[in-house]
């Protein structure tokens, strides 16, 4: 039989697989997505061409879901990256394994080779849903072109819904080439085993209504789930009802605006002295969607022993995983607070919380705005500087390390989704890609990508993203020379023995203009004004490399699984200042 | 300590698979894991038999709930059940009498399901400790093979598990 074409009858809704993943992903809202093109996502980027989408072409897939990531913290909605199969997909992992740990609505969707080669080793092969398993909230492998159109809808059903996260949908190519006759479907996904939200149980609402009566010492413990619930007024309300001191978890920070007077400050590891004393003294915690991080709760035998805890949680495995609640509440947490907004009375705790603020005389073991210029540039001092010269108004979003937490610690943000950092996994190379991601989900912002001169150089091909898009990210690299927090837990932990940590690096100036950017330098505190102020004025994408001092510390810190409170606080006086020229 | 967890699930490929991930990342220990088909097309139960503490198995249970195909989950610990295990034993019956195979037999409810020239194979269904009980009378015989199903378990009375929508 000679091999002739078969006609389909022609009808007006059919539809390759890679225009219905298109028609999907318009239907869902989806503008800008992130990839890279590859074998088998062709048929995808072929026929993305005839839709409204625009398309930022990463440097490394990497960046793509860290974008994808940046862009749906900044935006609040779902950040979409794109690969083809095999060492595509495989380069997603560390955004999805970040995205995971920060709870951040992600889809990424991949490329993969034809059905029938799947477990034959084909060329760029590889089981991307099988290694994304435990880093995804879930994920698909669509082998049927009627399969697409519902597995898309589910990621982003439950990428944004219940407690956020990554879901990742792998699409083979003949699935993409395959037609079939199409119609989006615009009922509300229905899912048999997905309950993402659950009411508030009344008995638990009245025991933490209990608690909260009985409490002298209360201290709220506000987290990331604020601004995924869209609780900022409410958590407002509900801190001035009951007079209680707020305490920041990292991811939270914005969430409660940092010039509140009851937002006392950034708790764990790296927190504030007296947040973390106010903790330890408590008799009442009370956890807005956060999750006790060990790098909040020190040692866990020793925390907070005099508390009792309520925790609101979307997430019911969250409950008891790392500290026992006496009042559990399953719930989103805006609904959650109006409800308790009408049952808990109005408190006074003004001893307490002039206690707490008598302990903020302790600042010195922090501080060093305070210090005089001795003609050095500290990190601490550039952050701040931005952080004025902005006027707070910035989304600055980090790499990991030194300048992550001195970023927490002196900039102070009042608004939501105005930070944006790795917070769970402490991905380094997460802050250039996702400043970038966060600029396109808000163009009308100014964005900082505030970055060591370590994970700005895992992720730094990202500048040509950034150039060739030609938005404007500032781009602060607090260029210390080291590895500068793992030298600290050297410096402290490992007799300052800096094994791996010293790091030459390219002249960072040069490397912006090879990128037809601005590249601006500052090693003194009085250039940084001038420098900054002409970042911001700048067109496009601009790199000030801030020559820091190399051996600073964040301070205070908790070491890792130690008690909350048995802090090492900055040496005074500072040998960092007596090594300086007179103090001005 | 023994927990018998029972979970309805989505019958779907790759369940298994998210279901094993939860007790592999936090190092559980599984003793037994039954699945099966339930009278409802597309859903299946597993018995899942875990040898752990009580904070722990409601941790498990807890991220098994989670999951986005696990449709119902319970623990039976704490209610009365039911539960079940089978084993078939291949016992040798070269060089002793049968008639002392036989005895175990009758005195244990045990079946013959098959019997060869050298050996003889019984089936043992009963509560685990039960099939224990006998497994441990067969072993001076010479147990040549045997394999267990693993526990299966329900929970005694009116109340059922089903799925239902969420």
């Known amino acids: 039989m000679s091999p002739q074409q078969c006609t389909l009858p022609v009808m007006p809704n059919l539809r390759t697989g890679a225009q219905t993943i298109w028609e999907c992903l318009v239907h869902e809202g989806v503008t800008t997505v992130f990839g890279y093109p590859g074998g088998a996502i062709l048929p995808a980027y072929d026929a993305m061409l005839d839709y409204p989408i625009r398309h930022v072409l990463v440097r490394h897939e990497q960046g793509a879901s860290h974008m994808a990531d940046g862009y749906a913290r900044a935006g609040g909605g779902v950040g979409v990256a794109i690969a083809t199969s095999g060492p595509g997909a495989t380069n997603l992992v560390t955004g999805i394994a970040t995205a995971q740990m920060d709870s951040v609505p992600i889809v990424c969707i991949t490329g993969q080779v034809p059905s029938h080669l799947i477990g034959y080793d084909a060329f760029q092969e590889t089981d991307i849903t099988g290694i994304t398993l435990p880093i995804t909230k879930h994920s698909y492998l669509v082998t049927r072109v009627e399969d697409i159109m519902p597995a898309i809808k589910e990621a982003f059903h439950l990428a944004k819904s219940g407690r956020p996260g990554p879901v990742l949908v792998d699409i083979t190519k003949d699935a993409q080439q395959a037609k079939h006759d199409w119609e989006w479907d615009p009922q509300p996904v229905k899912m048999r085993g997905y309950r993402p939200v659950q009411a508030a149980p009344r008995s638990e609402l009245d025991k933490a209504v209990e608690l909260i009566r009985a409490s002298r010492k209360p201290v709220i413990l506000a987290g990331q789930g604020i601004l995924q619930s869209n609780a900022m007024r409410e958590v407002k309300l509900f801190a001035e009802r009951i007079n209680s001191p707020v305490a920041m978890t990292l991811l939270g920070l914005g969430g409660v605006p940092a010039s509140h007077p009851l937002n006392i400050g950034m708790m764990g590891m790296h927190g504030e002295s007296w947040v973390n004393h106010a903790i330890q003294e408590a008799d009442l915690l009370l956890a807005f969607g956060m999750r006790f991080d060990d790098r909040v709760t020190g040692n866990l035998k020793t925390y907070a022993p005099h508390a009792k805890k309520i925790h609101i949680d979307i997430d019911p495995s969250e409950i008891n995983k790392n500290v026992i609640a006496d009042a559990a509440i399953v719930a989103d947490l805006r609904e959650t607070l109006r409800e308790l907004l009408e049952m808990v009375p109005t408190c006074d705790h003004g001893p307490w919380l002039k206690y707490i603020g008598s302990m903020k005389g302790d600042s010195a073991v922090r501080d060093i705005q305070k210090l005089p210029d001795n003609g050095h540039l500290y990190a601490p001092h550039v952050i701040n500087d931005i952080w004025r010269l902005t006027e707070g108004k910035a989304i600055v979003v980090t790499d990991v390390g030194q300048h992550q937490m001195w970023e927490a610690q002196y900039y102070h943000h009042e608004e939501p989704r105005s930070l944006i950092t790795s917070g769970g996994l402490g991905t380094m190379g997460f802050g250039l890609p996702a400043a970038i991601g966060a600029k396109m989900a808000r163009p009308d912002a100014e964005v900082w990508a505030i970055v060591g001169d370590g994970g700005f150089q895992m992720t730094q091909a990202e500048l040509s993203t950034a150039a060739q898009e030609g938005i404007k990210v500032n781009v602060a690299v607090i260029n210390n020379g080291f590895l500068g927090m793992v030298r600290q837990w050297q410096e402290f932990f490992y007799e300052r023995r800096y094994a791996a940590t010293p790091l030459r690096s390219p002249d960072f100036v040069k490397i912006a203009e090879a990128h037809g950017l601005l590249g601006l330098r500052a090693e003194k505190r009085s250039d940084v004004d001038e420098i900054v102020t002409r970042a911001r004025e700048a067109d496009g994408t601009v790199l000030i490399d801030f020559r820091v001092e190399q051996e600073d510390s964040v301070y205070p810190m908790v070491p890792a699984g130690a008690d909350l409170d048995a802090m090492i606080r900055r040496p005074q006086p500072s040998v960092l200042v007596e090594t300086g020229a007179d103090p001005i | ?166």
Not at chain 2, 17 to 27: D, E, K, M, P
Not at chain 2, 70 to 77: R, S
Not at chain 2, 142 to 159: L, N, S
């Open chain 2, 1 to 166: 300590m023994n927990h018998t967890i029972v979970a309805l699930v989505e019958d779907k490929p790759g369940v298994l698979n998210r279901v094993a991930l939860v007790f592999r990342r936090r190092a559980f220990n599984i003793e037994s894991l039954t699945v099966g088909r339930t009278t409802e097309p597309g859903v299946s139960r597993m018995t899942i038999v875990l040898d752990s503490d009580q904070t722990s198995a409601e941790r498990v249970i807890a991220y098994l709930y989670k999951l986005v195909n696990v449709l119902q989950i319970e623990d039976l610990k704490s209610v009365p059940a039911v539960a079940r295990d089978l084993a078939l034993v291949k016992v040798s019956v070269a060089g002793h009498d049968r008639a002392q195979l036989l005895r175990v037999v009758d005195e244990t409810r045990a079946h013959i399901v098959d019997s060869g020239e050298q050996t003889m194979t019984l089936e043992i269904t009963g509560e685990p400790p039960h099939v224990d009980a006998v497994i441990s009378r067969l072993e001076p015989l010479g147990i040549i093979e045997m394999v267990r199903t693993g526990q299966v378990a329900m929970r005694r009375g009116d109340t059922a598990l089903t799925a239902q929508y969420a």
